[in-house]
């Protein structure tokens, strides 16, 4: 029974692996990432904002981009 238990985790392991091995690698680079988040706080700041209202939204929009970019299966 132990032996089967043993196959059983071992064959969990390389299927996790596996599926971790082929995760799209990200396009958006983080030099791409700051020019976003700088062109969003500049522009938003310039709309009135307060700092910590413009990086809050800015960090959310461009990781958001660079998730997308990572998975580009689940474009909304």
Do not use: W
């Amino acid at each position: 029974m132990e032996a089967k238990k043993l196959v059983a985790v071992f064959l969990m392991c390389m299927v996790v692996l596996t599926a971790v091995s082929n995760v799209p690698k990200a396009e958006a680079t983080e030099e791409e990432f700051k020019d976003c988040y700088n062109t969003c706080h500049q522009e938003c700041s310039q709309e009135g904002h307060g700092y910590t209202y413009c990086e809050m939204k800015c960090d959310t929009e461009c990781s958001m981009k660079e998730i997308r970019a990572q998975f580009p299966k689940f474009k909304a």
